[in-house]
T-cell receptor, first 115, second 115 residues
Framework: DQQVKQNSPSLSVQEGRISILNCDYT??????FLWYKKYPAEGPTFLISISSIKDKNEDGRFTVFLNKSAKHLSLHIVPSQPGDSAVYFCAAYNAGGTSYGKLTFGQGTILTVHP | ETGVTQTPRHLVMGMTNKKSLKCEQH?????MYWYKQSAKKPLELMFV???????ENNSVPSRFSPECPNSSHLFLHLHTLQPEDSALYLC??????????????FGAGSRLTVL
């Protein structure tokens, strides 16, 4: 049973437009959410996170929105740049438990930003 | 060197071979992890070490044997693997377990092919 799902395997966006990457989760114990970005031949790198006590967190061009009632989060990139082309992973965590960094990841979404 | 370094980057082995993957972190972190990424699947946590003690073994078959001789080094010993074990094996580290354990620093991964 996959507890974190990214239902769009890929997304293609024009440079300068908004990229919206979506993520759904089923485990109501998750209370901390992260996005990681992965370039080819590199490991995933942390991008942005949000705690369940918030519904929005912003860092420059990147904003994560959390809708707890819908168990849904999204990552907005505005404006999108060709260098943003990468695989984006959504991950979730139970900060209140003994999860030992036991992040539960989604399958990833390949974002391609065209010049 | 900085960050998390994994060697080898690529490994091809037969089912009867014994090989090892190596991970080294130069961040002064106390926790290290092995993750597995199979094609079109989410990252799966395999093992967690904190201060050289294994704190999590996520139902991984015994043909995978981890070793953590010190807080900077982590090995994954491989023996009599199956073709379905072919995957990208990612090492990660975090400052500690607990609240900071969700922000992981990943290595670039070791791409394993089992023939």
């Amino acid at each position: 049973d996959q507890q974190v799902k990214q239902n769009s395997p890929s997304l293609s966006v024009q440079e300068g437009r908004i990229s919206i990457l979506n993520c759904d989760y089923t485990n109501s114990m998750f209370d901390y959410f992260l996005w990681y970005k992965k370039y080819p031949a590199e490991g995933p790198t942390f991008l942005i996170s949000i705690s369940s006590i918030k519904d929005k967190n912003e860092d420059g061009r990147f904003t994560v929105f959390l809708n707890k009632s819908a168990k849904h989060l999204s990552l907005h990139i505005v404006p999108s740049q060709p260098g943003d082309s990468a695989v984006y992973f959504c991950a979730a965590y139970n900060a209140g438990g003994t999860s030992y960094g036991k992040l539960t990841f989604g399958q990833g979404t390949i974002l391609t930003v065209h010049p | 060197e900085t960050g998390v370094t994994q060697t080898p980057r690529h490994l091809v082995m037969g089912m009867t071979n014994k090989k090892s993957l190596k991970c080294e972190q130069h961040l002064g972190h106390n926790a290290m992890y092995w993750y597995k990424q199979s094609a079109k699947k989410p990252l799966e946590l395999m093992f967690v070490y904190s201060l050289e003690e294994r704190v999590e073994n996520n139902s991984v078959p015994s043909r995978f044997s981890p070793e953590c001789p010190n807080s900077s080094h982590l090995f994954l010993h491989l023996h009599t693997l199956q073709p379905e074990d072919s995957a990208l094996y990612l090492c990660a580290s975090s400052q500690d377990l607990g609240a900071g354990a969700n922000v992981l620093t990943f290595g670039a991964g070791s791409r394993l092919t089992v023939l």
